[in-house]
């Protein structure tokens, strides 16, 4: 026994040994690889956005470099023109070849067209998609609006600051260039006899900036070069023009006065993270637009520089299962080498194992992915401008008419799961119609998913431009299928799903969010401050865009978009207080663990039927406390902290074999030191060890 007591120490060291340094190479690979994988995320986003920007600045350059370049043949082509009275046919001619141009104008000075005729300036212009002709007069004024006409006759070929055409309802932007009377005359330095000047819509010449992938709130802007705000997904922003100054005393531009350095004249490209911005800010960059120098800025969301929760979960666990394993085989080998006791290994053991499960539970609770990445999320204007835009865009593909969007909010006062699919809601919601939308629309609103449903009108009023304000109370019971398996440490998405105001007709419902003081996830616009959510605690809600897929048309001829319909959603997202699950659920699992090892370590004092009476009390407390869970959940799947019990019918049924043998072993020759070491060294390092495994198998 003794020669194979040697062999089997000498066979373990050695065997620890290598366990020992896998364990740790696995931890320093997993390590390095998670923080590799990290910076490369970054970098790769960084280059990416980078791409991105400068690809956007580049389009909206090309665009303005096509207008320039038929602009300035244009102007040549007059001035090469001896007889200047055929520029009238030339004009024509031009405008209606080049569909490039979406306006075109020659302008004379006053009396040089002809002796007769004071203003002579045909203006050709097809924004409204029908050809049009006008003959602009005035032009000679000293105002700021006929910038277009003296700027270029003193700086030559200019882009004018841009201006809000109100008849058109658009932003735009002017090329001019000056003509001559000859090219001898061009040489000589002889003084324009006009301009050719050709307009621009910034909504035409901004469509690349709506194509940026920049996350699910990410956009980009443009800034003229006097600093006037000239493309932004929000028009009423635009509109006004407001100036950077104005811009950065309100909340949503706030980070402008941060990124002062993007205005710079000789700005090339720059970057902006956490390190400048706030992480309510997310992240920008910036570069310029060489033929304007206007400046634009993009905008991206966090969610473009965050790793995908439940990968980043899975690697991290992997990390603490290898750091857990190392240093469980340290604490093993210097057992064996009797620097350690079997009372410190056993305490050691089960402390690395007790923190490495809180390790684990705590990324169970942190990194926990509630969205799809189809799924688009709207807390911003410029997001749900951006989204409509896209949208109407893929339409526009499929040869489908623009949809009707209908401006829809919420207001949820009290939630309350009825069971464990079942959620009661009671609130408000209200819809706002223009004008033109209620001759065509009959304002309606009612619930996807729910068991009951009692929506009732609660105020209608008329408002300003003839638009139309409809509100309504709801009670709903919405039924949806939640994830208990993670139970206590787990996360639910209520969803209240709005049902489109009108069945198969092409009507988008979109948030109304000008109804708000705040809207980020964080501030929980659409849910009352004072809801009561019994064991939960709100985390964050927000509108949101969920793409369902339908493999019908509901009988409707006009339900065209089956394939992938979007629909609003208001998502709820709670997480479950601690504190509650843990005084009914895993304090009493505690107790019963502690009073099982009471019961072990009292084997070798305690008659054989005291401890079986003793363990079977034990069990007998274990199922009541089992039914008690069960009862409290109502759910068909097994949750986590139910395995507990499990472990511990399995634990008792084996320490119940264990003290049998052990006093069928004493009865025989006295001697069950065997039994009792087995029972009381290996009862904290199995039960931990046990609870470990179940946690990383649970939450992996």
Not at 154 to 159: C, F, I, L, T
Not at 215 to 227: D, V
Request: glycine share 4%.
């Amino acid at each position: 026994m003794r020669l194979q007591d040697h062999w089997a120490h000498k066979a373990t060291v050695p065997t620890l040994c290598i366990l020992l340094i896998v364990s740790v190479l696995a931890f320093v690979i997993n390590g390095a690889y998670q923080v590799k994988q990290s910076r490369t995320f970054g970098q790769q986003v960084r280059e990416q956005v980078k791409y991105q920007t400068l690809a956007a600045a580049k389009e909206v350059d090309n665009a303005l470099s096509t207008i320039m370049t038929s602009v300035d043949s244009f102007a040549d082509n007059v001035t090469t023109i001896h007889d200047k009275t055929y520029v009238a046919t030339l004009l024509e001619d031009e405008f209606t070849v080049n569909e490039e141009l979406y306006s075109l104008n020659v302008t004379f000075h006053p009396y040089q067209y002809q002796s007769n005729i004071r203003y002579f300036s045909p203006y050709y212009e097809r924004f409204s998609g029908t050809v049009r002709k006008y003959n602009l007069v005035d032009y000679d004024k000293p105002y700021d609006e006929f910038s277009w006409y003296h700027r270029p006759l003193k700086e030559g070929p200019v882009w004018t600051e841009p201006y809000y055409e109100p008849q058109n309802n658009v932003l735009m932007t002017t090329y001019s260039v000056p003509f001559y009377k000859s090219k001898d005359a061009q040489s000589l330095g002889e003084p324009p006899l006009g301009v050719v000047p050709s307009d621009i819509s910034l909504n035409q010449l901004t469509i690349s900036l709506k194509q940026l992938d920049l996350g699910l709130g990410g956009y980009g802007i443009l800034f003229s070069q006097q600093k006037n705000l000239i493309s932004h997904p929000v028009f009423s922003h635009v509109r006004e023009m407001a100036h950077f100054n104005e811009l950065v005393k309100e909340p949503e531009f706030a980070y402008l006065s941060k990124i002062s350095g993007c205005f710079e004249n000789d700005l090339e490209y720059l970057f902006f993270n956490g390190e400048t911005l706030s992480n309510d800010e997310h992240y920008a960059a910036c570069t310029k637009i060489p033929n304007t120098n206007w400046t634009l800025i993009t905008r991206m969301s966090a969610d473009m520089f965050t790793m995908d929760k439940d990968k980043r979960r899975q690697s991290l666990i992997q990390i603490i299962a290898w750091g857990c394993a190392s240093l469980t085989f340290m604490v093993l080998l210097l057992t064996k080498n009797r620097k350690l006791t079997w009372t410190q290994n056993n305490v050691l053991l089960s402390v690395i194992l007790i923190l490495s499960t809180t390790m684990v539970l705590e990324l169970a609770r942190s990194f926990k992915t509630l969205e799809k990445s189809s799924n688009v999320t709207i807390t911003t204007q410029a997001q749900r401008e951006a989204f409509a835009s896209s949208y109407k865009d893929r339409l526009e593909k499929m040869h489908v008419a623009s949809p009707v969007f209908i401006a829809t909010g919420l207001y949820v006062e009290s939630l309350e799961f009825l069971n464990a699919n079942n959620v009661h809601l009671t609130g408000h919601a209200w819809q706002k119609l223009t004008a033109e939308q209620r001759k065509l629309i009959e304002p309606k609103l009612s619930f996807n998913h729910t068991v009951n449903s009692e929506v009732t009108q609660a105020y209608r009023k008329e408002l300003q431009g003839g638009g139309l304000l409809v509100g309504w109370r709801f009670s709903i019971e919405t039924r949806q299928q939640f994830d208990y398996s993670k139970y206590p440490f787990d996360h639910k998405s209520i969803e209240l799903s709005f049902n489109e105001a009108d069945m198969g007709g092409n009507v988008i419902l979109v948030p109304d969010l000008e109804s708000y003081d705040k809207l980020s996830k964080m501030d929980n616009p659409a849910v009352s401050p004072t809801i009561v959510l019994d064991e939960w605690q709100l985390k964050s809600s927000y509108f949101v865009y969920r793409f369902e897929n339908y493999n019908t048309n509901f009988g409707l001829d006009t339900f065209f978009n089956q394939n992938v319909a979007p629909e609003l959603n208001y998502s709820i997202n709670i997480e479950r207080e601690f504190v509650g699950p843990f005084v009914t659920t895993l304090l009493p699992v505690m107790v019963m663990v502690c009073l099982l090892y009471a019961c072990v370590v009292s084997m070798k004092y305690t008659p054989y039927g005291d401890l079986r009476n003793n363990i079977t009390a034990v069990v007998f407390t274990i199922l009541l406390a089992h039914y008690s869970i069960r009862e409290h959940l109502q759910i068909d799947e097994v949750v986590y902290f139910e395995i507990f019990y499990f472990l511990l019918y399995l634990v008792s049924s084996l320490f119940m074999l264990i003290a049998h043998q052990y006093y069928k072993a004493m009865a025989l020759n006295g001697d069950g030191k065997i039994y009792k070491q087995l029972a009381n060294i290996w009862f904290w390092p199995m039960m931990t060890v046990s609870i470990f495994l179940i946690t990383v198998l649970t939450y992996y």
